[in-house]
């Protein structure tokens, strides 16, 4: 909408702050005459790894592909069962259908929106082979739980890090309530997602936290033998040019891409960082009001969004009265993905998350957003909701 003054997301500021260094990458790239994979992606991939602590990062098309390529890289495929949220991007319940498994949802809890870990046993089967959590809006999922129910039945894990590069895992061992084991809390502590499961998948789709001028993903590992595999499936299943042992895909980065996720990955802890203050700022200002239930604020939490709970049925005139005001919101998600057509009628209800898609609401939160506008959208949503009551 043209009248939009407070746009949900606004990538030009940021593009402003590190338009030279930008420049810089794109010309060395152009004037390089390699643009898929080679020098620049190995570099990008290698200043992941580090970053994230993992021995392997394999750069390639979308977070979609990264998902796929993990669960090809596991064997996983018909006849298998993958537990997974029902409160997420649908390409994350895509990619398990895309291999030929179906996807086991498990509800969500209401505070963090990620996967109830201690529904998750009762939905495991001989036919499960792995669990997908999704660290929903950048808060990691409860992976000491998640980990430990995987040693026990011998699953795998893909950790869905599509809106959490930059985050961590801090469970407050004196206060959770995760019941994960000891030695395990002690081991995750402060552990980036992505690192923790036996993969990860990341995007860098223009909007998420690391987000590049294009489509662009990455898979995680520290086993050797799964890395192997994904950069094979990511060349057409070939190890040796023209010598294709399996049916793979055409998902590489582009050396554009990775050279400009390389000058933003600078940046990623500082820009995550001012929307951690963005997310103090709103639940400050927003706590007195009660018909609202703020997000969980843990200290790992990269908010990706800051979505908000709206009660009493009133969401989608909040939202409206805030469009009128010019400030752009979103509705992450509005249909759980086990509701969604493609699945008709295959799946029970959710009820948590089904309630979710009723009251959720995701106000503007991106690291550019300035201290003026963060103001305005707390005024702006404390008259909506008043406006919205008569
Ligand atoms: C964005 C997203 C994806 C897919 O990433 P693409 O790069 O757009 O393919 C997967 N899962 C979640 C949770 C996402 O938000």
Redesign the pocket.
């Known amino acids: 909408m043209d009248d939009i003054q407070i746009p949900i997301l606004d990538l030009r500021l940021q593009y402003q702050t590190i338009q030279t260094e930008i420049q810089e990458a794109i010309d060395r790239v152009l004037n390089s005459g390699r643009f898929i994979l080679g020098e620049e992606v190995a570099n990008f991939e290698q200043a992941v790894a580090n970053y994230l602590g993992v021995q392997h990062a394999i750069a390639v098309n979308?977070?979609?592909?990264a998902?796929i390529i993990s669960l090809r890289c596991l064997g996983i495929g018909k006849g298998d069962e993958v537990i997974t949220t029902p409160f997420?991007?649908f390409?994350?319940a895509e990619a398990i259908s895309r291999v030929g498994a179906m996807p086991i949802f498990v509800d969500v809890e209401p505070e963090t929106f990620n996967i109830d870990a201690q529904k998750i046993v009762e939905k495991i089967t001989s036919r499960t082979r792995a669990i997908l959590p999704?660290h929903?809006f950048g808060n990691p999922a409860p992976m000491g739980q998640i980990l430990d129910i995987a040693r026990a039945y011998n699953l795998k894990v893909i950790e869905?890090c599509?809106?959490s590069f930059g985050a961590t895992y801090e469970s407050d061992c004196s206060t959770c309530q995760q019941g994960c084991s000891e030695t395990r809390r002690w081991h995750l502590q402060g552990k980036p997602t992505g690192s923790m499961g036996d993969l990860g998948a990341f995007?860098?789709?223009p909007t998420?936290n690391l987000g590049a001028y294009g489509?662009?993903?990455l898979i995680a590992t520290h086993d050797s033998e799964l890395a192997a595999v994904a950069k094979q499936l990511r060349v057409h299943g070939e190890t040796k040019k023209y010598h294709n042992e399996m049916l793979g895909y055409n998902s590489r980065l582009d050396a554009l891409q990775a050279a400009i996720l390389r000058v933003k990955l600078n940046y990623i802890d500082q820009w995550n960082e001012k929307r951690r203050n963005i997310a103090q700022f709103y639940q400050q200002q927003l706590q007195t009001i009660e018909e609202l239930i703020l997000p969980d604020f843990t200290k790992g939490h990269v908010f990706h969004q800051y979505t908000i709970r709206i009660l009493e049925g009133k969401r989608d005139r909040v939202q409206a009265s805030l469009s009128d005001q010019g400030i752009g919101t979103m509705v992450y998600y509005p249909v759980p993905q086990s509701e969604l057509p493609v699945y008709q009628g295959q799946y029970e209800t959710f009820p948590i998350s089904n309630v979710l898609a009723q009251q959720v609401l995701s106000l503007p939160i991106w690291p550019e957003l300035s201290q003026q506008a963060m103001e305005k959208v707390c005024d702006g949503l404390a008259t909506a909701l008043k406006e919205a009551s008569v």
């Open positions: 979308s977070g979609t592909d998902l997420s991007f390409a994350t999704v929903l869905d599509a809106q995007s860098f789709f998420k489509d662009g993903g």
